[in-house]
């Protein structure tokens, strides 16, 4: 089954302490990105990856670091998290660029505490 | 970066009836738009997407695209509770995507 994997579902930790939620897709896409979702504000990207070795910011980079040593995964890391990161985070990825449908991940809820 | 602007609603539609979802955007250079949909705490599903000029229908969705008046539009067909959800209008883009926070619609029983 073609589909987007998140790791962890569901995380509660605390200020400071790193953390990484992995992200890995089944479909040979190129384009694969990272956003967060909080209340009123819609979906905002963080990071994008065009391809292999291939990373840009997005809206909302700062505090947020990402990988991409590998085709089909695309992780997120928090070095030192803080509260103003707790929200819900999605992964999604495309055959090659932004401008294709995205799939999209079952989503990551982070509360930093 | 590309925007748009869409009514955050909430629209309200009896069941059965048309619901429609506008959309606007300001850069003449976007030539494809999407149309998502996101359920409370789900993450975002494609529901149609439009490249050209015109209308594309698939069931009961119709995605409406006017290059000219910088307008985008999604029409539901037989509207079911079923589409009580938020609905996002996206244009492509090269890099990065912007999906602002949609419009929601709720289909009242």
């Known amino acids: 089954e073609a589909q987007v994997t998140q790791n962890p579902r569901y995380l509660i930790t605390v200020t400071g302490k790193k953390l990484t939620v992995t992200c890995s897709q089944n479909?040979?896409?190129?384009?694969m990105s990272w956003y967060r979702q909080d209340p009123g504000l819609g979906l905002r990207q963080i990071y994008y990856?065009?391809?292999?070795?291939?990373?840009d910011k997005g809206d909302v980079p700062e505090g947020y670091k990402v990988s991409r040593k590998e085709k089909r995964n695309f992780p997120l890391i928090l070095e030192s998290p803080s509260p103003n990161q707790t929200s819900l985070y999605f992964c999604?990825?495309?055959?090659?660029?932004?401008?294709?449908?995205?799939?999209f991940g079952d989503g990551t809820r982070l509360s930093i505490l | 970066q590309k925007e748009v602007e869409q009514n955050s609603g909430p629209l309200s539609v009896p069941e059965g009836a048309i619901a429609s979802l506008n959309c606007t955007y300001s850069?003449?250079?976007?030539?494809?738009f999407f149309w998502y949909r996101q359920y409370s705490g789900k993450s975002p599903e494609l529901i149609m997407f439009?490249?050209?000029?015109g209308d594309k229908e698939d069931g009961r969705f119709t995605a409406q695209l006017n290059k000219a008046s910088q307008y985008v539009s999604l029409l539901i067909r037989d509207s079911q509770p079923s589409d009580s959800a938020t609905y996002l209008c996206?244009?492509?883009?090269?890099?990065?995507?912007?999906f602002g926070t949609g419009t929601r619609l709720t289909v009242i029983p």
């Open positions: 439009i490249y050209s000029n």
């Open positions: 999604a990825s495309s055959i090659s660029t932004a401008n294709q449908p995205q799939h």
């Open positions: 479909m040979n896409h190129e384009y």
């Open positions: 990856s065009m391809n292999v070795e291939v990373t």
């Open positions: 850069d003449r250079g976007s030539q494809s």
């Open positions: 996206v244009p492509g883009g090269a890099n990065n995507l912007f």
